[in-house]
């Protein structure tokens, strides 16, 4: 199985191996992923709502909208539930 395949498959879920669920696949996809994942070629993602960073609450024409407190990312829109790849989890 390449990374490719083991992505594709936790993200599906079809860890069938042609006569259903194999565990054996799960566990070579997750060892797979956890690899990427310390070799930095994956990160986890970080919601706004858990960054260091955090929001702020911007009124621009009458509109109140949430914008960045990333020391680069001053009126990147943001939403609560978003993320992007400057996140970093708060502590």
């Known amino acids: 199985m390449d990374e490719q395949e083991a992505l594709t498959r936790v993200k599906t879920g079809n860890f069938d191996g042609g006569y ?3 565990l054996q ?13 310390k070799s930095g070629q994956i990160s ?20 109140n909208y949430r914008t ?11 939403e609560e539930y978003g993320f992007c790849k400057y996140g970093v989890r708060r502590e």
């Not at 799960?26 to 992923?33: F, S, T």
């Not at 919601?47 to 009124?59: A, F, I, Q, S, V």
């Not at 960045?68 to 943001?78: E, I, K």
């Open 44 to 63: 986890e993602v970080v919601r706004c709502k858990d960054c260091e960073y955090g929001h702020r609450l911007t009124d621009a024409n009458g509109y």
């Open 68 to 78: 960045c407190n990333y020391p680069f990312g001053h009126g990147m829109m943001v």
């Open 25 to 37: 696949i799960l566990v070579d996809a997750v060892g797979i992923i956890g690899e990427m994942f």
């Open 20 to 22: 259903g669920f194999d």
